[in-house]
């Protein structure tokens, strides 16, 4: 390419652009690995409050003979 016929202005900004469009790509790609890492985070929060509320009516089972048994 001549460079004699661009202007700087019009050289300048070719290259500015594929390096803003490096930089964008590599945060777009780290936003879509914290989005996927807040989905599985959320996902394992739900497994865990299933499981917390499986132990309580397990632990609700277990007091009610021994608070009939008591009285």
Known sequence: MNTDTLSAGEAVPQ??????????AYFQRRALAAENDCLLLAAEVRDLVGIV???????????????????
């Open 15 to 24: 290259q500015r652009t594929i390096q803003l469009d490096r930089v964008a």
């Open 53 to 71: 509320s499986q132990l309580q009516e397990q632990v609700s089972r277990l007091q009610q003979p021994a608070e009939e048994g008591g009285e």
